[in-house]
T-cell receptor
Framework: IAGITQAPTSQILAAGRRMTLRCTQDMRHNAMYWYRQDLGLGLRLIHYSNTAGTTGKGEVPDGYSVSRANTDDFPLTLASAVPSQTSVYFC?????????????FGSGTRLTVV | GESVGLHLPTLSVQEGDNSIINCAYSNSASDYFIWYKQESGKGPQFIIDIRSNMDKRQGQRVTVLLNKTVKHLSLQIAATQPGDSAVYFCAERAGANNLFFGTGTRLTVIP
């Protein structure tokens, strides 16, 4: 089934540790995104990539980094996790940066930083 | 920044009734709007979209209405079913290459 795969589905992480959330899509979409979802705050954009080899900062990029070495993969790295990064993280993709047909979302990664 | 909000954070309806979920947006330059459904423990799922050159668009049991004059968007679900229970988000595109999301409305269908 075409779509987005995120891993892990959940993780408990000690503060100060490094963590990479994985995201892979098989739809050959050009644009990919990372959002965090927090109760009462909705979905907030962390980083995005309009095409392989390019990335950009979203609304809440601090403490996170991304890379886009190829079309399919868009990993999100927390260099040194802090409790405020406890959240549900969603990866999404769209066929073009213009978002002419909406996003396809993954199932999310629930991250708890303790 | 953008502001996409919802009039009601929760909505309860009887099974079989119609549901209306509302959304206000603040950027008059927004030209594309989407409704998403999110079930517990899952990612948001695309329901229906509408472009700013339209006032209404219909899908299967769902209709989206766009009122650009008052910057208001609504999602109507006909004959609401228990499987419709979820959080519903509206999202807008306003020139930037990404979407801005509202905080969501939780719809609960009472059997």
């Amino acid at each position: 089934i075409a779509g987005i795969t995120q891993a892990p589905t959940s993780q408990i992480l000690a503060a100060g540790r490094r963590m990479t959330l994985r995201c892979t899509q098989d739809m050959r979409h050009n644009a990919m995104y990372w959002y965090r979802q927090d109760l009462g705050l909705g979905l907030r954009l962390i980083h995005y990539s309009n095409t392989a080899g390019t990335t950009g900062k979203g609304e809440v990029p601090d403490g996170y980094s991304v890379s886009r070495a190829n079309t399919d993969d868009f990993p999100l790295t927390l260099a040194s996790a802090v409790p405020s990064q406890t959240s549900v993280y969603f990866c999404a993709s769209s066929d073009s940066p213009a978002v002419s047909n909406g996003y396809t979302f993954g199932s999310g990664t629930r991250l708890t930083v303790v | 920044g953008e502001s996409v909000g919802l009039h009601l954070p929760t909505l309860s309806v009887q099974e079989g009734d119609n549901s209306i979920i509302n959304c206000a947006y603040s950027n008059s330059a927004s030209d594309y709007f989407i409704w998403y459904k999110q079930e517990s423990g899952k990612g948001p799922q695309f329901i229906i979209d509408i472009r700013s050159n339209m006032d209404k668009r219909q899908g299967q049991r769902v209709t989206v209405l766009l009122n650009k004059t008052v910057k208001h968007l609504s999602l109507q679900i006909a004959a609401t079913q228990p499987g419709d229970s979820a959080v519903y988000f509206c999202a807008e595109r306003a020139g930037a290459n990404n979407l801005f999301f509202g905080t969501g409305t939780r719809l609960t269908v009472i059997p």
